[in-house]
């Protein structure tokens, strides 16, 4: 089990790269992570949901993505509040306070994920949430030093240099854990370093000398992981690309399964800017995409506050593009209706009225991998969908594409503005391509699933060069 000694020190990353290498050494190998908190989320082939790196994870151990990889995902809908999602399917909307009396009863059905998992491959690599340094959240946990006893799984705890104080971080954490977890701790990686790594020999040996922790190895940045999905919404980069078709994505609260964009970030000929708080959509834009929300109505009121009505509104009158995805979808219609409350206070929030459409929150969520035909194209496209709410109107007579022959999402009736439920339509390469020939942009030759694949490898290649990936194997047990 690969813990951190904090949020964001490279955990889902460096689980993917040892998944990979440990593939690469022959061995059948899943993904295991006990508690995820994320709102990008993957549909799996037995059609539920997980966090996008446990999908991103089981592509580096070449297997299908299953709810038994991530049994408790958690997805924020509020400052504090999360809708639970056990095994795949939603369980129940909770406060934070109400969470922690409710972990004793998801203990179960992560050791029996867990269980499920470890008698189909030669080894599962499990990934930890947070920090088992935050003692406080102890009692109860199932994500950390709680499921590693549980399950007897060995822990390697790993630091991120990169932040400053991994001395600290790392020989802190040992201060404060209760003996017996501290002695499910079979070793340490340090992460993201920079530099000449020698010149982290004293520290290194300090660690090992203070935490009677055995080092596996100094892993220096890995540059390429920016090509990798991200699931944090604190990796997303501001800019990518400095091509001529520029795209800009108001960022938005409750931004959900951004990885959306990452295909487009790729190609040459695009300019993507994530528009932060507080910053307009540049003039120069040629398309904005309104990306996916945990929370649509809280969301077009984030966009409102912004001011980013008023700017996508004088975008059209110019002439721009708008492409609406899932939530933003959602938002492009006339109004959003919530009868029962499923988003907060029941009620109706006006949306932006690009298009004719009304939609009316409902409790069934839709989770479901899709094949499609672009209706303007003819490209073939594969997606998914993950949502609640049901949308009607006179647009949906124009659909952005058909699934099965029944018609999918919106188009206005000149092209501009559009909408689509299909999350992970600009991963395939077909769509992609005749997408951007539309807006008038050249694509690249760019395969995006073999990027991928092959940024993976590399991954692989970097951990077996600088880590001991076969001692942190052998610990498995």
């Known amino acids: 089990m690969i813990q951190g000694t904090g949020s964001n020190v490279g955990k889902s990353l460096l689980v993917a790269g040892l998944c990979r290498a440990a593939r690469c050494r022959g061995l059948s190998v899943a993904p295991f992570k006990p508690q995820n908190m994320s709102n990008n989320a993957a549909v799996t082939a037995d059609g539920g949901e997980i ?40 369980f129940a909307t909770v406060k934070a306070r109400e969470y922690a009396s409710l972990k004793p009863q998801l203990l179960a059905p992560v050791l029996e994920s867990f269980d499920r998992l470890r008698r189909s491959v030669d080894i599962v ?33 790993v630091g991120d240099i990169d932040r400053g104080g991994v001395i600290a971080q790392i020989v802190g954490t040992k201060a404060v854990l209760e003996p017996e977890d501290a002695a499910q701790v079979a070793g340490f990686l340090i992460n993201r370093f920079r530099g ?26 890995f540059a390429d992981a920016a090509l990798l999905p991200a699931e944090d919404a604190l990796d997303l980069r501001r800019a990518a690309g400095s091509g001529p078709l520029r795209i800009a ?38 398309l904005v995409i309104l990306p996916g929300t945990k929370s649509t109505r809280a969301d077009i009121g984030w966009l409102r506050a912004q001011g980013w009505d008023i700017d996508i509104a004088a975008h059209v009158r110019r002439g721009g593009h708008v492409l609406g995805i899932c939530g933003g979808f959602q938002m492009l219609g006339r109004a959003i209706h919530d009868p029962l409350g499923l988003e907060g206070a029941p009620g109706d929030t006006p949306g932006l009225g690009l298009l004719d459409l009304v939609t009316v929150m409902r409790p069934e ?20 969908e993950i949502h609640i709410g049901e949308t009607t109107g006179a647009a949906l007579d124009h659909p952005f594409a ?74 498995a047990r």
């Not at 151990?61 to 991530?70: E, P, S, V």
């Not at 989770?367 to 035909?373: C, K, Q």
């Open 125 to 157: 690599i499990v990934e930890g949430a947070g920090s088992p340094a935050e003692v406080n959240l102890r009692a109860g946990d199932i994500a950390n030093m709680g499921f590693a006893r549980a399950a007897d799984v060995p822990v390697i705890l």
């Open 196 to 221: 000449d790594p020698s010149l982290f020999d004293d520290g290194y040996a300090l660690i090992e000398r203070r935490a009677r922790w055995r080092g596996f190895g100094v892993i220096p940045h």
């Open 249 to 286: 994505v108001p960022v938005l609260s409750r931004i959900a399964n951004f990885d959306d964009l990452d295909p487009l970030a790729q190609e040459p000929g695009v300019t993507l800017s994530m528009i932060g708080a507080g910053s307009a959509i540049p003039g120069d834009t040629n």
């Open 402 to 475: 058909h699934v099965a022959g029944a018609p999918e999402g919106a188009v206005s009736t000149n092209g501009r503005i559009m909408g689509s439920y299909l999350h992970g339509m600009f991963a395939d390469d077909r769509f992609r391509g005749a997408f951007l020939r539309q807006l008038g942009a050249a694509p690249s030759a760019l395969n995006y699933g073999e990027r991928v694949n092959a940024v993976l490898g590399g991954l692989a290649d970097h951990l077996e060069a600088h880590c001991d990936v076969a001692g942190m194997l052998a610990v």
């Open 51 to 90: 966090g996008r790196a446990q999908a991103l994870q089981a592509l580096a151990c070449g297997r299908a993505a299953h709810t038994d990889m991530n049994p408790v995902l958690l997805k924020p809908e509020s400052e504090t509040g999360s809708q639970v999602i056990v095994q795949g399917r939603r």
């Open 365 to 384: 969520k839709r989770l479901s991998r899709v094949e499609a035909i672009h209706a303007a194209s003819g490209a073939p496209l594969s997606g998914y």
